[in-house]
């Protein structure tokens, strides 16, 4: 009987091994090459109506623009310093990309169309990030504090129906790491370097209106708001670690160990999953109700691929990998002969 019971358990483990296996939250269904490209990627806007995804070459001072349902690429956009966000605007179809280093900081304005620069805005130094408010048309850039002990720094707005720069926001701490913007267009979420802390920001009167400790935690890097369940999502790099807050009390409700070096998270409202994208691998975690979450895989993917986004009407999530190679101040100097780069895209799996 014992010998019939250890038979049957071992049949039933493997038959769920083999189907969790045939079924992972992501299946790699496409893989675009970029030849000749080194060092890092940053952020990813999308555009469906036009079939294109825009993925910013950073080190390579471009933006590339892909057909997003084949991953062929289609065009490249050059002139850029050193770029960072990028932030499609369907309306004008116009792009808003955000470039900066340590010795300068601007806003570019570019045509969907013709692919060309139409505008540029001076911003502070250190110039990375950014996020848009569709209620009121107007776009958050982060800049950075003027030095690694500075204690405070801003938000620039710009208003992108005249594309000028009409006021900032000052936020305590070195610099700001990936923002969010509530439904109403009034309230933002930011992740705050320095004091390690999520900023509560009052849209309408432009103040800091609440701060969240985050708990023995450092460089924090990637946010995703979850609204509908009140809920905040912020990824740190020291350790590497998902925290989840209730943004009626800003109170974290749970924590668990994430991929390192984390860049991007997305979440997948409809799996009720979330994807945060780091070096060499991809965590998934399933959201089982507000405050209960579960890791469910870790997908491997490649170097440095922690720059993602999630496109809901596909249901794929798009990392970018970078290429290998001797790194110094946080940049590649040397590439590795024979390094691939590239841009994968994940289905999500039911």
Request: negative net charge; glycine residues 8%.
């Amino acid at each position: 009987m014992r010998k019939l019971y250890a038979v049957v358990l071992a049949l039933f483990l493997v038959s769920i091994s083999a189907h969790a296996q045939a079924d992972p939250p992501l299946r790699l269904i496409h893989t675009t090459f970029l030849p000749g490209y080194v060092g890092d990627f940053e952020h990813f806007a999308a555009d469906m109506k036009g079939n294109r995804l825009f993925l910013i070459a950073e080190d390579h001072k471009t933006v590339e623009v892909l057909d997003i349902r084949t991953g062929k690429r289609i065009h490249t956009v050059t002139g850029f310093g050193q770029p960072h966000a990028i932030e499609y605007l369907p309306g004008p179809n116009s792009l808003i990309v955000t470039e900066g280093d340590d010795e300068s900081g601007a806003v570019e304005l570019v045509s969907g169309s013709s692919y060309k620069i139409l505008n540029k805005i001076k911003l502070p130094t250190d110039v990375d990030g950014g996020v848009y408010n569709p209620v009121n048309k107007y776009y958050y850039v982060e800049s950075g504090g003027q030095g690694p002990e500075a204690k405070t720094h801003v938000l620039s707005i710009i208003d992108t129906k005249n594309f000028k720069l009409i006021g900032d926001i000052t936020l305590p701490g070195t610099k700001s790491e990936a923002m969010a913007v509530d439904h109403t267009g009034t309230k933002l979420y930011v992740n705050l370097r320095g004091p390690d802390e999520i900023g509560v920001v009052d849209l309408l009167t432009g103040q800091l209106v609440a701060r969240w400790p985050i708990p023995e935690a450092k460089n924090e890097n990637a946010l995703v708001l979850d609204e509908p369940n009140h809920r905040l999502f912020s990824a740190s790099h020291t350790p590497p670690k998902l925290f989840v807050f209730d943004i009626d009390t800003g109170k974290v409700v749970a924590s668990l160990p994430c991929a390192e070096n984390t860049d991007d998270m997305s979440y997948d409202p409809v799996r009720k999953r979330i994807y945060i994208t780091g070096d060499g691998s991809t965590s998934v975690f399933e959201q089982q109700d507000a405050d209960h979450y579960v890791h469910v895989a870790e997908v491997t993917t490649g170097y440095r691929a922690k720059t993602s986004t999630f496109v809901p009407e596909l249901n794929r999530l798009y990392i970018a990998v970078s290429s290998k190679g001797k790194r110094a101040g946080g940049r590649l100097v040397e590439p590795e002969p024979g390094s691939k780069v590239e841009v994968r895209m994940y289905q999500a799996n039911p």
